[in-house]
Each structure stands twice: as structure tokens, then as C-alpha cells.
Nanobody, 115 residues
Framework: QVQLVESGGGLVQPGGSLRLSCAASGIIFSAYNMRWYRQAPGKQRELVAS???????NYADSVKGRFTISRDNAKNTVYLQMNSLKPEDTAVYYC?????????WGQGTQVTVSS
């Protein structure tokens, strides 16, 4: 059974930092491209950051220079380091694993940026 379990969300003040983790099981993690998406209330889900199985990364323009995606294949975990957080970063953040026609989602973790 495939599971993606996100953690690390919470309430943070503007300018603060959070580190999200997504632990995968039931898949050959190192073979999968991994992505972080987010969905704010009333908005469509958007791709925030991605990392390929080979370690190449890509970011949405809105988070470039502030967020960093990384992976630890030994721990079957992908991370999203979020710095200089803004209120507009408030959303549910989802982990996504994709390889060819196989794709899996986590349950999401809430990030709220507010003073």
C-alpha cells in the first residue's frame, strides 16, 4: 500500500520559516519525481516545487529564492524548506509522487502565515 505522509505544517508569522516533510512508503522512492503543490481556499491547486529522480529542481516564480525542495532517498523523504514566508503562502500543502502513469498524493498539511 502506497502512503505519502506530510508533516511540518503549522502557524508561523510573516518572515518566518517552516520545513515540510513527506515520508513515502510502498514505492521505489528513488525512481519517482516528487512535487509539492498547494491549495489556498477558493483557489486552484498549484505546483510549488518539483525535484526529479535525478535531483533536478524547479520552482514556481512566486516561491523562487524563498523555498528549497530536496530529497533523501535513504529516508524515502522529500522536504520543502520555506523561508521568508508571506501571508499569501497560506494553503494546504500536498506531496505528490509521479512516475510514468503512476501517481500518488499525500493527505496535505496546513500552513498558515499570519501575525
Amino acid at each position: 500500500q502506497v502512503q505519502l505522509v506530510e508533516s511540518g505544517g503549522g502557524l508561523v508569522q510573516p518572515g518566518g520559516s517552516l520545513r515540510l516533510s513527506c515520508a513515502a512508503s510502498g514505492i521505489i522512492f528513488s525512481a519517482y519525481n516528487m512535487r509539492w503543490y498547494r491549495q489556498a481556499p477558493g483557489k486552484q491547486r498549484e505546483l510549488v516545487a518539483s525535484i526529479t529522480s535525478g535531483g533536478n529542481t524547479n520552482y514556481a516564480d512566486s516561491v523562487k529564492g524563498r523555498f528549497t525542495i530536496s530529497r533523501d532517498n535513504a529516508k524515502n523523504t522529500v522536504y520543502l524548506q520555506m523561508n521568508s514566508l508571506k501571508p499569501e503562502d497560506t494553503a494546504v500543502y500536498y506531496c505528490h509522487a509521479i512516475l510514468a502513469s503512476w501517481d500518488y498524493w499525500g493527505q496535505g498539511t496546513q500552513v498558515t502565515v499570519s501575525s
